[in-house]
């Protein structure tokens, strides 16, 4: 059974700027969290940061995909993945600063992912990595900003691979 949130909130575009989102997502992080896109908004939690702005508050800044084919580290056990949500909005908001293609990054997230560990994404959809990735949805939370603005959606999904496959 997948839950649902539904939160009524204004739109900011860092969006954990927004109290009621980053108390949201706070609450959904578990472990040691990989905040790819992680903006300006330091969060209640123990988070590695990348973020390519370098206005941003961020222990890294390199494009997330190559963040993801290089890490080394101690896999994760929740990935944030906040991106821009679509290309007018990064050349609108975020200095031109454009997100690695969105496919790549799914194959790869994975792989900086313990098992059993969450993909929480914001954009536009519900499913964002899939079964075929072995990710399940666990939770959505709809944000909902108002008017003739676009709600703000966010999937909750578990990494759950065939061990040993
Ligand atoms: C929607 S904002 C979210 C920021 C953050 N989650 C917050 O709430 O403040 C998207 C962020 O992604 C960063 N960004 C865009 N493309 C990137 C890329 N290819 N690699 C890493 N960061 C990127 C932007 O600089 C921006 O801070």
Redesign the pocket.
């Known amino acids: 059974m997948t839950g649902f949130d539904f939160i009524k909130c204004p739109l900011h575009?860092?969006?954990?700027?927004v109290r009621s989102i980053r108390e949201w997502v706070e609450k959904e992080c578990e472990g040691k969290v990989l905040?790819?896109?992680?903006?300006?908004?330091k969060l209640a939690l123990d988070e590695v940061r990348?973020?390519?702005?370098d206005e941003?508050t961020a222990d890294y800044r390199?494009?997330?995909?190559a963040?993801l084919r290089t890490w080394k580290g101690e896999k994760f056990d929740t990935i944030?993945l906040?991106?821009?949500?679509a290309f007018r909005?990064?050349m609108e908001?975020?200095?031109g600063?454009?997100?690695?293609p969105f496919r790549q990054l799914k194959d790869e997230a994975g792989k900086a992912l313990k098992p059993g560990g969450k993909a929480i994404t914001?954009g536009y959809h519900s499913v964002v990595m899939g079964i075929n990735r072995h990710f399940f949805l666990e939770k959505v939370g709809l944000f909902s900003h108002g008017g003739a603005i676009h709600d703000t959606i966010a999937s909750v999904e578990r990494y759950l691979p065939v061990i040993g496959n």
């Open positions: 575009r860092y969006t954990f700027s905040n790819l896109f992680a903006g300006r908004t990348n973020d390519l702005d941003a390199m494009d997330a995909l963040f944030l906040d991106p821009p949500y909005k990064s908001l975020y200095k600063i454009l997100c690695s914001f």
